[in-house]
């Protein structure tokens, strides 16, 4: 069921109330998680599961999935990107002369691609939690798209984190277009 929003005439004030309600503990508990709060069972976890199909029985599956995906785009951007990169920082100016040796290099980029394998990961685990909550939504409703859609949803996120590593490469970055 899409979201249409010629559907919102039919809504009462029930409704319109249950899907308010709805969707803020929908909110509340994707920035719980991404905080690093709950893990996938528990009272967190079967609250934010029913709000997702409610949401979804009310036709906005499309608005929660993009909105999940938005706000894993944006906590990436502030926690794993810009980290990321910030671990170049003392190379790029020159501060840390380990950089300039082989050795300190590596010690750089291991502690960069530990960091960001760790954030990665832990998406990755919020992301699941999103992707079973829709397949319970997908499994009550007889619908037949829980392996399409999990692949969609994985390669959009894959596609977000590489968007957002491209786009933060800092100017002075070997090879940038554009830099030094």
Not at 67 to 80: A, D, I, P, Q, V
Request: aromatic share 8%; charged share 25%; proline share 1%.
């Amino acid at each position: 069921m899409e979201f249409e929003l010629q559907n919102l005439d039919s809504l009462d004030a029930d409704s319109i109330s249950q899907i308010l309600d709805c969707w803020s503990v929908f909110c509340s508990h994707t920035e719980s998680f991404l905080a690093g709060d709950g893990d996938g069972r528990g009272d967190l976890f079967s609250e934010f599961e029913e709000s997702v199909q409610s949401l979804c029985k009310h036709g906005m599956e499309s608005l929660v999935r993009d909105h999940f995906l938005t706000s894993l785009e944006l906590h990436f951007e502030r926690k794993g990107a810009s980290r990321f990169w910030e671990r170049f920082s003392a190379c790029a100016d020159l501060k840390l002369d380990a950089c300039n040796e082989e050795n300190g290099l590596v010690e750089v980029l291991r502690d960069a691609l530990e960091h960001i394998t760790l954030e990665k990961q832990h998406q990755q685990r919020c992301l699941l939690m999103l992707i079973q909550a829709l397949e319970s939504y997908w499994d009550s409703t007889q619908e037949h798209k829980s392996d399409t859609e999990r692949t969609y949803i994985l390669s959009k996120y894959q596609l977000l984190v590489s968007s957002v590593l491209m786009a933060s490469l800092p100017q002075h970055f070997p090879g940038k277009v554009g830099g030094t």
